[in-house]
């Protein structure tokens, strides 16, 4: 074999890094070696791997169409090692969440998982739905869990569990004490709403097509919480996911409020690269997502096997 497993994962670490010292750093080496390690590749297939673009090393062409396989290279032969030496799960893993299923879903499916494979490492990273799909797509992550729908041609999506939104409000709002609000209503409210690019966003927006360009949207924040606390103090009405929102309610710090002429039900997606190896770990935390015990799947979507993303 005229390439070497460690080659590889200078090419990779410098692909995330776009930097050869930094891709260094993190594979315990010197710059020197893995600067040659990176020139041996190239010049024994005679190939160029990286443009340099001012301090910044930029995938080639052909180092964009190697990438994938890369990837796909090391994740067996690293499966390949822990099946060898007699473990299991043991690998890590490092997940994408969104705001509303990082904070609000996955911290507890990760404390389960670990109390199952005490041996895994599991990273979590929490932004909205572009950036994990991104993250994805640049296998930066092993697979993402979001909230909107994101079509990428290296990515593939599954439908995972329903979901829906409510519009809430302080008690002493004056749209608590409304049965319904209509539309002329929803026109007159202040809205405090999540950022362009979330999957909630996205939602929102779906939901309230017709109404867009007639809202007034008082504040656009990025935190869930945020936006609790600034309905909570008054500063207008909300629109969130219910799993973000069932303590609020329960403790009566916020209220529902009923608008039945709007669709606001969404499904949760979870995805992977199509080239990407999956392996034991990653195998089982998507056993562990088709569980879903409290919120269960959309109809037929259970019948799909997740582990037949290998394919």
């Known amino acids: 074999m005229r390439y070497s497993l460690r080659q590889l994962e200078v090419f990779l670490a410098t692909a995330r890094h776009q930097n050869v010292t930094r891709a260094a750093h993190e594979l315990a080496m010197s710059q020197s070696a893995a600067s040659g390690s990176l020139k041996e590749i190239e010049d024994q297939f005679g190939v160029k791997l990286f443009d340099r673009v001012g301090k910044r090393l930029q995938l080639s062409e052909l180092g964009r169409q190697l990438r994938p396989m890369a990837e796909t290279l090391l994740d067996q032969a690293r499966a390949f090692e822990k099946a060898l030496s007699g473990e299991d799960t043991s690998g890590q893993l490092h997940i994408g969440a969104t705001m509303t299923i990082g904070n609000y879903l996955a911290v ?28 994805v797509a640049g296998f930066e992550l092993d697979m993402g869990m979001i909230e909107g729908e994101f079509h990428h041609p290296e990515l593939t999506t ?3 569990r329903a979901d829906e939104l409510v519009v809430f409000a302080a008690p002493d ?14 026109r007159a409210l202040p809205w405090i709403v999540r950022e362009r690019g979330s999957g909630t966003r996205q939602a929102f927006d779906r939901a309230l097509h017709g109404l867009l360009s007639d809202l007034e949207i008082a504040m656009e924040l990025q935190h869930t919480e945020a936006i609790k606390r600034a309905v909570e103090a008054g500063l207008g009405v909300g ?46 935390w998507l056993d562990l997502c088709e569980e879903t015990p409290d919120f269960p799947l959309p109809p037929g979507v259970g019948d799909i096997k997740l582990r037949q993303r290998q394919a």
């Open 239 to 284: 629109c969130l996911s219910r799993i973000s929102l069932q303590e609020a309610f329960r403790l009566g710090r916020l209220v529902p409020l009923a608008v039945p002429q709007r669709d606001f039900s969404r499904e949760l997606f979870l995805i992977t690269h199509r080239r990407k190896f999956i392996g034991t770990t990653l195998r089982r």
């Open 158 to 160: 599954l439908r995972w």
């Open 108 to 135: 507890p499916m990760i404390a389960d998982f670990r109390s199952r494979y005490p041996a895994a490492e599991i990273a979590l990273t929490v932004a909205n739905t572009r950036a994990i799909a991104e993250g």
């Open 173 to 186: 709002h004056p749209a608590a004490a409304l049965a319904t609000l209509t539309d002329d209503t929803l």
